[in-house]
């Protein structure tokens, strides 16, 4: 089954270029399925790359899945037309009535910011305390990780000497998770970020699991212990240029900026990067979208279990 989006949101074309089936809004009202309703909080600047990057993981499955598009209402955005939020957009306050079987909340390039003095992290806040009873199992993503575990559980953040800038080797901790099913025991991930969590302070928690992890990146992967929280550090979705676009960006700007790991062949800019995380992005969403949500939501969405702290067991 196909993710089913607008009609003329730009991501259709590039999907469809690349023979990924997707679904457009009128024809999807005509079949009788009961598809899952994920929202994308898009905290990114570059709002149409994200969408697009993350619609492309989210059809890798048998699963019909409906697209509900959030931005912050308290934010201006400086690098999305305007013409772009106002069509296919909603802010939190247009959507906090509703429920939806997954959502995921974005990175953002606002990491060297105390969270409490980010222009929108009291909208955020209310949108993460919404989730707790509105929605059945939310994915964090890098910067959005940070907030979520920092407002859920008290885990800081803390700078870094050096940008984290690269794609990175990991290890499965837990393969008996159903977010890991299939997993090989190592697999590569991209991040880049200039903050970082840590173990020591992760594991003084009561009520979170850590899942995957990298000898280099740090903590990858982590849960709630119901199931129903994720919390990725890194930038599974990326595309294959994404690193490149961010080093070319910087280095024009003349910032200080290393050449992202592993990326391209023997470090070379001058070379074409390889993916190495492909897999492991498609396998990381298909898991979710099956057996975090579809195996556990309710079929009526307004039986969603209400109530639930981050920190019961299942």
Avoid at 62 to 79: A, F, R
Avoid at 116 to 137: I, K
Wanted: glycine share 6%.
């Amino acid at each position: 089954m196909p993710v089913t989006i607008p009609y003329h949101l730009p991501a259709r074309k590039t999907l469809e270029d690349e023979n990924i089936f997707v679904m457009s809004d009128l024809r999807a009202h005509d079949q009788d399925i009961r598809p899952l309703r994920i929202a994308i909080l898009n905290l990114m600047p570059t709002k149409i790359d994200t969408e697009t990057q993350l619609l492309r993981l989210l059809s890798n499955s048998p699963l019909q899945v409906e697209i509900t598009l959030i931005n912050m209402g308290s934010h201006e955005s400086k690098n999305t037309p305007p013409e772009h939020l106002a069509a296919f957009y909603s802010s939190f306050d247009k959507v906090e009535h509703q429920k939806f079987d997954g959502l995921i909340i974005t990175g953002a390039p606002v990491e060297q910011i105390p969270f409490e003095d980010v222009d929108y992290w009291d909208e955020l806040v209310a949108m993460m305390d919404w989730s707790v009873d509105n929605v059945f199992s939310t994915m964090h993503v890098c910067w959005g990780a940070q907030a979520g575990l920092y407002h859920h559980y008290g885990i800081k953040k803390y700078p870094l000497s050096k940008k984290m800038f690269g794609v990175f080797q990991h290890r499965v901790l837990e393969p008996r998770d159903r977010i890991l099913k299939g997993f090989d025991d190592v697999f590569m991930a991209p991040h880049s970020r200039h903050t970082e969590i840590r173990r020591e302070d992760i594991e003084k928690v009561r009520g979170i699991r850590i899942l995957a992890e990298s000898d280099e990146a740090g903590i990858y992967l982590s849960s709630s212990m119901n199931g129903r929280m994720f919390f990725v550090t890194g930038h599974p979705e990326y595309d294959s240029l994404t690193l490149k676009k961010e080093y070319d960006r910087d280095v024009a700007k003349g910032l200080e900026i290393d050449v992202p790991r592993n990326y391209y062949p023997g470090d070379d800019p001058a070379r074409e990067p390889r993916v190495e995380w492909r897999s492991h992005a498609n396998l990381l969403y298909a898991n979710w979208l099956n057996y975090c949500i579809y195996q556990l939501t309710p079929f009526d969405l307004n039986a969603i279990p209400g109530g639930m702290t981050p920190y019961e067991d299942e």
